[in-house]
């Protein structure tokens, strides 16, 4: 069964600490796993889309690891700030078929981070 | 930056009733999604959109949802005759290729009553 677990469920973090989430994924055949930032109320924001070769990608103070061997996955934060308040949410796409660049979108459950000033 | 629009952002309707919910995707883009997330719940996917028909649709979406793109600009889909568990948040998305990031709309918030 195709299925993205994140954890932790929730994590709180003073401002200006690191963290890191986690995501875990049993998706087949694997196209490509992206991370989204939810703000309350409004609709996800991709931060980070990775295809099976990449190991490691950043964006700004955000920076995903890939590890398709294990089917792991992570989303670093540096120097957390007060608007990263949100929830993380690691997708994964499933390949449709060969040579189809559609493939459908499996969701985790997100991790709510909390950032106290 | 472009955006996706939804619209309503909260629609409320009575059990039984028929309810369209409206998106206006980023103009160049050619994949078209919907998507629901239940409260508490992950976001679920429901179909995708391409070339003026349905490319692939999940087991949520069943023969009260469909989906139509009535013009150049607008995305619609449409819930036959509503239950109460239709209850939801509804997200539109689009792609300008299949394999790249989505861009999502706010959502409508659709309550059944």
């Given at each position: 069964k195709n299925q993205v677990e994140q954890s932790p469920q929730s994590l709180i973090i003073l401002e200006g600490k690191n963290c890191t989430l986690q995501c875990n994924y049993t998706v087949s055949p694997f196209s490509n796993l992206r991370w989204y930032k939810q703000d309350t109320g409004r609709g996800p924001v991709s931060l980070t889309i990775m295809t099976f070769s990449e190991n490691t990608k950043s964006n700004g103070r955000y920076t995903a690891t890939l590890d398709a061997d294990t089917k792991q996955s992570s989303l670093h934060i540096t120097a957390?700030?007060?608007?990263?308040s949100a929830s993380y949410i690691c997708v994964v796409s499933a390949r449709r078929?060969?040579?189809?660049?559609l493939g459908r979108l499996y969701f985790g459950r997100g991790t709510q981070l909390t950032v106290w000033p | 930056e472009p955006e996706v629009t939804q619209t309503p952002s909260h629609q409320v309707t009575q059990m039984g009733q028929e309810v369209i919910l409206r998106c206006v995707p980023?103009?160049?883009?050619?994949y078209f999604y919907w998507y629901r997330q239940i409260l508490g719940q992950k976001v679920e996917f429901l179909v995708s959109f391409y070339n003026n028909e349905i490319s692939e649709k999940s087991?949520?979406?069943?023969?009260q949802f469909s989906v139509e793109r009535p013009d150049g600009s607008n995305f619609t889909l449409k819930i036959r005759s509503t239950k109460l568990e239709d209850s939801a948040m509804y997200f539109c998305a689009s792609s300008r290729i299949g394999n790249q990031p989505q861009h999502f709309g706010d959502g409508t918030r659709l309550s059944i009553l």
């Open positions: 957390s700030q007060l608007s990263d078929g060969r040579g189809s660049t | 980023i103009s160049n883009h050619l087991e949520i979406f069943d023969d």
